[in-house]
C-alpha cells in the first residue's frame, strides 16, 4: 500500500504564512503528481495546488501568487507554502498522491488523512 503522511497546519492571523507538507512512502515505483485539495465546511472538496513530477504546476485561482508549491522527488514529499493568508482558507486540507506501484502497471491515486488550517484573528 501507499501511505501519505502530512504535517503542518494550524491557526495563523489574517496576512500570516503557513506551510504543510506531505510525506508519500510505501510500495511506490514513481509518483506522477502530488497535490492539495481543500474542504471547507459546507462546500466540496476543491484543488489547491498540484505538482507533477517533472515540475509543472497547477493553481487554483484564489491562490495563484500566494502559494507555491513544491516536490522533493527524492523524498516523495509535496509541500505547499502559503502566504498571505486569508480567512477564506479556512479549510481541511487534504494531500493527494497519484503513484505508479511496484506491484501494479496502473496508476493509482491515494489521499492523506487531513490537517487543519485556519486563518483568524
Known amino acids: 500500500q501507499v501511505q501519505l503522511v502530512e504535517s503542518g497546519g494550524g491557526l495563523v492571523q489574517p496576512g500570516g504564512s503557513l506551510s504543510v507538507s506531505c510525506a508519500a512512502s510505501?510500495?511506490?515505483?514513481?509518483?506522477?503528481?502530488m497535490g492539495w485539495y481543500r474542504q471547507a465546511p459546507g462546500k466540496q472538496r476543491e484543488l489547491v495546488a498540484a505538482?507533477?513530477?517533472?515540475?509543472?504546476?497547477n493553481y487554483a485561482d484564489s491562490v495563484k501568487g500566494r502559494f507555491t508549491i513544491s516536490l522533493d522527488n527524492a523524498k516523495s514529499t509535496v509541500t505547499l507554502q502559503m502566504n498571505s493568508l486569508k480567512p477564506d482558507d479556512t479549510a481541511v486540507y487534504y494531500c493527494?498522491?497519484?503513484?505508479?506501484?511496484?506491484?501494479?502497471?496502473?496508476?493509482?491515486?491515494?489521499w492523506g488523512q487531513g490537517t487543519q488550517v485556519t486563518v483568524s484573528s
Open positions: 493527494n498522491a497519484d503513484v505508479l506501484r511496484i506491484t501494479s502497471p496502473q496508476s493509482a491515486s491515494y
Open positions: 510505501g510500495i511506490i515505483f514513481r509518483i506522477n503528481a
Open positions: 505538482v507533477t513530477a517533472g515540475g509543472t504546476t
